[in-house]
């Protein structure tokens, strides 16, 4: 019952030939296709796009943290100098 039959595909370009004329049907399927074509297009790049992002996210979930360092004893930290002031006692 669902089954598209050749004589319902006559039929319907009987209609679009009716509607829209012979001259504006080639046009009309050229922009259509070039339409499809941009989509196609665009949701390739969507793909591949997250294609990359997921290696991207793949890539840094195996970076692992840095060892923590060896304890080293802390040498004592001279204070600041004031430029201003070096300049004035010398």
């Not at 598209?4 to 030939?17: D, E, G, T, Y």
């Not at 591949?48 to 979930?61: F, S």
Request: hydrophobic fraction near 45%; charged fraction near 25%; charge should be positive.
């Amino acid at each position: 019952m669902g089954a598209l039959k050749p004589w319902h595909i006559a039929v319907l370009v009987v209609v679009l030939i009716l509607l829209f004329g012979a001259k504006r049907l080639p046009d009309a399927a050229r922009s259509l296709g070039r339409s499809l074509r941009i989509i196609k297009a665009e949701t390739k790049s969507l793909h591949d796009d997250d294609r990359d992002l997921a290696e991207k996210a793949d890539a840094q979930a195996g970076y692992q943290p840095l060892p923590p360092q060896a304890a080293q004893p802390q040498q004592p930290v001279a204070p600041p100098v004031d430029p201003v002031q070096r300049v004035r006692e010398n």
